[in-house]
């Protein structure tokens, strides 16, 4: 359920990408012919004076199947260096936006499972002291630290001490110590 959330929100960023970023063609109204100079080919990168009669008509020297179309332009490519082309920023707007949408289900599907219901137990190393983390299965049973890796067997049920004792007993050692040392002060 949450990839299908994941790509739904993926899918709207990129719809949101194309309507910011997808060049409008907006020859309905008139236009002013001072602002407009050039018409430019959007494959090709063609460039013509401009002609109301072919702002938004098919470029004549693009050959099937990558027909482009005239776009009206302010500037020349000759004036800006390089060609201009106008579905860059969309294109690499939805390409980042796969990217990340395919990073965040990776992600989603692939992070370990953690069950809130599972009680995990903590004893020390008899060896190097290191603070051991086990599960309610591996009471009584044979195991060994990561650190050392020495063998030793796991506190049985009447010894074993969970976590959450531990972290409160620690907590409240803390605090102990913590009052200690100001009452000397």
Request: net charge neutral; aromatic share 12%; charged share 25%.
């Amino acid at each position: 359920m949450q990839v299908v959330f994941v790509v739904l929100g993926g899918l709207a960023v990129a719809g949101a990408s194309a309507k910011t970023l997808i060049p409008k063609n907006d020859s309905k109204g008139p236009v002013d012919p001072n602002v407009y100079k050039y018409l430019r080919c959007d494959v090709c990168n063609t460039e013509l004076p401009y002609n109301k009669e072919l702002d938004g008509k098919r470029c004549p020297r693009c050959q099937p199947p990558n027909t482009g179309f005239f776009y009206k332009q302010k500037d020349s490519l000759k004036d800006l260096g390089r060609g201009s082309y106008p579905l860059r920023w969309f294109y690499t707007a939805v390409g980042l936006d796969f990217l990340v949408v395919l990073a965040v289900v990776v992600y989603v599907l692939y992070r370990p499972y953690t069950n809130p219901a599972d009680t995990y137990y903590v004893c020390t190393c008899t060896t190097c002291n290191q603070r051991l983390r086990f599960r309610e299965i591996s009471l009584g049973e044979l195991g060994q630290c990561p650190r050392c890796k020495s063998i030793l067997r796991f506190p049985g049920e009447d010894e074993a001490v969970t976590e959450d004792a531990a972290a409160e007993w620690e907590r409240e050692a803390t605090i102990a110590a913590f009052n200690e040392d100001s009452e000397l002060v």
